[in-house]
């Protein structure tokens, strides 16, 4: 008899624990978060091999880019021309004046700057851009596509131009590229810092020793590595010249460095005629990219696609803690033979994060979803075209539907018992089936519940279900305020909101 109770006092509990979670889940709020759409991509973090098209309803859609520079952490700027009302597709630079129209004669994806030789593009760096940064700075690559109409000598490509203090002596600074005889070269001026290579202006020269075909599309780089000291100009992913700027000119030397005076206007094409596409400034030195050769400058314009096909990440998403995703729900279109692959994973801390952890959990759109908790979502989706690389499949939106716990309610009525150098506090429990305990806030000043001084610890102090508590510890003569909030059974980090607010003051003639 005795254990025909026991076995059914177990089998209650279990019953009962099941039917208080699973009120609690049918209790949760839905919401949901639209990325894309009427909203635009504005959430995304990492971009490889795709840009921004046209997808349904007339919204931005996020497609394959025909052989596109990738957009990764070490992008300081990139200016590929794809949206007409704004050039600059990454970086934190600021137009100041643009005179380059819109050609869809482009080399990289579908559209390329076009100049009449009427003012060109001018930008300002803010502040942490390469640019826009006065002092100390290291490895840099600066990269574009050129096809220009003429090749005339004078013609500018790129010009900046500012000052920096050396011993008392202002002196001026030139970072520039222009047409010579058919090539380009470069010439920087007071770049670097206790540089003896320089002329007698101060300069360096990087002479290009091809020439620059009319109406044909070349890749062209200035690099420098901060590391090895290797200043270079490169044309279609060949080292045309070549400077160590070290103390001996050799690579044995010590390392120049790269110091620039305060902030100016970066000039592109002020005095040029002819086309440009995805210029790219990078904090790093060149390395070729995987789709670059030499044989392709100058090619028709038929859209290729790369066939490992490109991938987009958003943003980590903050929702609420303990928040479980239900669902992922796309608007895309998916030509015959392409592909669309999506992830998403979670976490209640995102800043540990890399790229594997933690893991990429694969989904598909419209899919009922379980498992996928935490405070944080992320998205990533991979995108595939077809096997001639001529068809691209796209995304215009994602839906995430997701549900949240619900906060638990605070208790109705608080109220609080001064004593000798301690305060009890009674209260009613919450009306909120979803509470699991309580947590006392408490302070020296109204809203303000910083307190320290408790022997039972700082504020909030954690209490389980219980509907009396006492402080002790607290200073006599001490005003202290109060308020009690309670925490979800699901989950103690999830917290409701504060009850009234109480006080009270102890003092040593009082008994506890």
Partial sequence: MVVFFKSNIKRFSAAAIIFIFSTILLSAEKREILLGGRKGWTDLKYQDSVTIGKGRYGYDCIELASNSFVFDETTDLLIDFEDPQNPISAGNYEIVSNHLKTSTQAIMEKNAGLSRNLGGLNIIGKKGTFFGSEGLLGSFAIEFWLCPSISENGETILNWESSKNVCGKLVYQLLNCVFDTGHLDWTLSHFFDSYNGADNNGEIHLKGSSNVIPDKWSYHVLSYDAQTGILEYIVNGITEDLIYITSTGKEEGEVSLIILGPASELQFCPDYTGKIDDIRILRRPYSPPD??????????????????????????????????????????????????????????????????FPEWI??????????????????????????????????????????????????????????????????????????????????????????????????????????????????????????????????DRIIGPLSREVFARPLDRLKN
Avoid: H
Wanted: proline letters at 6%; one cysteine or more.
């Fill in 291 to 356: 789709y670059q050769s030499a044989e392709r400058a100058g090619k028709s314009e038929r859209m290729i696609y790369a066939p490992a096909g490109g991938r987009f990440e958003t943003q980590p998403i903050r929702v609420s803690t303990g928040s479980s995703l239900n669902s992922l729900n796309a608007e895309m279109s998916i030509p015959s033979q392409t592909g669309i692959c999506f992830f998403v994973r979670s976490g209640e801390n995102c800043y540990g994060w890399t790229d594997s």
């Fill in 362 to 491: 694969p989904v598909e759109s419209g899919e009922n979803l379980s498992g996928i908790t935490g405070l944080y979502f992320q998205v990533a989706c991979d995108l595939y075209p077809d096997g001639n690389g001529e068809k691209t499949p796209s995304v215009t939106s994602i839906q995430l539907d997701f549900s949240e716990i619900p906060l638990p309610l605070p208790p109705f009525a608080v109220k609080a018992l001064a004593k000798n150098g301690s305060v009890t506090l009674n209260w009613t429990y919450s009306v909120d089936d979803t509470a699991g305990g309580y947590y006392i806030y408490y302070g020296n000043r109204p809203g303000e519940y910083l307190g320290r001084v408790a022997i039972e610890g700082e504020s909030p102090v954690k209490v389980e279900n219980t509907t009396t508590y006492t402080l002790t510890g607290l200073e006599n003569g001490t005003i202290y305020y109060f308020a009690v909030a309670a925490w979800s059974s699901m989950d």
